[in-house]
């Protein structure tokens, strides 16, 4: 695998990691899941601007945003009891073959 992919890909899962530490972090009124939040986004974005040294900044920023939404979603029902209602996991699906598909398509 490319590194470029690879970091965009790290860089969605600290995205993941960013929406859940901001949740915990209730407001940004608890310390350490605020801390986690500030650096796990900083970490994200940073990864995704090294990724866009080589890859269109479409298609990365797309996979970046991708990732994140569909696997924060995916989080939010497995760990926070958030709805699995069949047309938001179609939903997500959906999302996961845009990614899967900016990929493919990708010259990199």
């Known amino acids: 695998m490319n590194t470029a992919w690879a970091l965009l ?3 969605g899962i600290l995205e993941i ?6 949740k915990s972090s209730e407001g ?3 310390l350490v899941p605020g801390l986690l ?12 601007s090294l990724s866009l040294r080589t890859l269109p ?3 990365g920023y797309a996979v970046w945003t991708g990732i994140g939404a569909a ?3 995916i989080l939010g029902m497995v760990v926070l009891g958030d709805s699995a209602a069949p047309m938001r996991v179609l939903c997500i699906v ?15």
Do not use: E, P, Q
């Open 37 to 48: 939040t500030v650096a796990a986004g900083l970490s994200s974005v940073f990864l995704l």
């Open 28 to 30: 940004f009124t608890r």
């Open 94 to 108: 959906l999302i996961l073959t845009g990614v899967i598909g900016l990929k493919l398509v990708s010259g990199s």
């Open 17 to 22: 990691a960013f929406a859940y530490s901001m």
């Open 9 to 11: 890909g790290i860089a």
């Open 57 to 59: 900044v479409g298609t």
């Open 71 to 73: 696997g924060t979603a």
